[in-house]
Structure formats: structure tokens, C-alpha cells
T-cell receptor, first 118, second 111 residues
């Protein structure tokens, strides 16, 4: 089946630094990628929808200047957490949708990235 | 907007017990329904899905039936194992858009 990778799988950083998380579709082209955040022992919440070649659409309450999303190619979307603080510590998960995908069969989740901000 | 409600647990069972985790949803249109499982420290794994009313999804002994009349998608397993201990998420997806997840149910199976 289709594979979506995320890098890094985990990262620890100091408060005030920026961290970039990559989401790649390995064997298909993804016109749309979704970024989710999962706080400890909580559910996944959609942060933003990323469309290749255009600006991301952020959910209400998500700061677009803090969580920068770039979907520069059909196989790569990046999420940059700028000036990270301990409250940004979370598990970040992406999903990728193949072109022409109106069916849920064409969406695949990455394994997630655990961010810890000290 | 669309939403998913499920029993939050934690649920603690003995090995070989019967499992039911209730899930109900609110959505416009006709969403597809999913159960995902998350083991400690790992990402999501698709457990099963159903794309239309009365469909039954099944995998690894788990089953769930898409009930449109009750807007439900309850997860069941006849005999749980210790290895089934994980967090289970009910989710919906409308026409390939983003997933909407329930709060998750933590299951612990004791030997």
C-alpha cells in the first residue's frame, strides 16, 4: 500500500527555537496533505489543510504565523513550529491524499512526529 | 460541523472477554466511518472501515457495522487479547476531506 513518511520521528528542542517536520508521500503524488496535532492522552485535532502550490488553510485557533506550512511539491509538505514553547510539545501527524481523491481510500497517515520543547 | 462521540474509558478487561466500544457520529451527507488503533508511542493504524450504510468492516477479529438509522459504528470483538491493549479512535471522513476523530478509548487487557 501507499506509504507516507515523516521526519524526524521525534525531536527535542530548546524553547525559542524553530523545528521543521517533513511529510512525504513515497509512492504517490499528494495534491492535499493534512496536519493534525495530538496532545498527550487526547484525540487528533486538525490543524491545517495544505494544498500543493497554494497557501494552507488553517483551522480556527491555529496560529498561521507560528505553524508555517509549505507544500512545495506533490510529494512533500513541511510544518515549521516557529519559536517553539513547552506548550507546543505534542505529537504531530500528517495525512496525504492522492490526486483525484474524493474517496477516503486515497488518504494515508504518516507515523507521526513527537515534539518535546524544553 | 461534523463530530464523533465515543466512550472514553479507560476500559479494562480480562483476556478472552467480549469488547464493545460505542461510537456515534453527527455529519452532513454520507461519511465513511473508520476505527483506528494507536499503540503506545506509535502512529495510527487503520483497523477497519465502512463506506456506506449497513456495511460491516472487519479485521483481526474486530467488527463494526455502519448503522445510518442510529448514526453509530460500534466496535466489537468476541475475545480480546493482551496484545489488543491500545487506544482506539472512531473517525469519519466526508468525501475525502479531513478526518474527524472521536476522543479515543483506552483499552487495557489483563492476562
Amino acid at each position: 500500500g501507499a506509504v507516507v513518511s515523516q521526519h524526524p520521528s521525534w525531536v527535542i528542542c530548546k524553547s525559542g527555537t524553530s523545528v521543521k517536520i517533513e511529510c512525504r508521500s513515497l509512492d504517490f503524488q499528494a495534491t492535499t496533505m493534512f496536519w493534525y496535532r495530538q496532545f498527550p492522552k487526547q484525540s487528533l485535532m486538525l490543524m491545517a489543510t495544505s494544498n500543493e502550490g497554494s497557501k494552507a488553510t488553517y483551522e480556527q485557533g491555529v496560529e498561521k504565523d507560528k505553524f508555517l506550512i509549505n507544500h512545495a511539491s506533490l510529494t512533500l509538505s513541511t510544518l515549521t513550529v516557529t519559536s517553539a514553547h513547552p506548550e507546543d510539545s505534542s505529537f504531530y501527524i500528517c495525512s496525504a491524499r492522492a490526486p483525484g481523491g474524493t474517496s477516503t481510500d486515497t488518504q494515508y497517515f504518516g507515523p507521526g512526529t513527537r515534539l518535546t520543547v524544553l | 460541523g461534523d463530530s464523533v462521540t465515543q466512550m472514553e474509558g479507560p476500559v479494562t478487561l480480562s483476556e478472552e472477554a467480549f469488547l464493545t466500544i460505542n461510537c456515534t457520529y453527527t455529519a452532513t451527507g454520507y461519511p465513511s466511518l473508520f476505527w483506528y488503533v494507536q499503540y503506545p508511542g506509535e502512529g495510527l493504524q487503520l483497523l477497519l472501515k465502512a463506506t456506506k450504510a449497513d456495511d460491516k468492516g472487519s479485521n483481526k477479529g474486530f467488527e463494526a457495522t455502519y448503522r445510518k438509522e442510529t448514526t453509530s459504528f460500534h466496535l466489537e470483538k468476541g475475545s480480546v487479547q493482551v496484545s489488543d491493549s491500545a487506544v482506539y479512535f472512531c473517525a469519519l471522513n466526508n468525501y475525502g476531506q479531513n478526518f474527524v476523530f472521536g476522543p479515543g478509548t483506552r483499552l487495557s487487557v489483563l492476562p
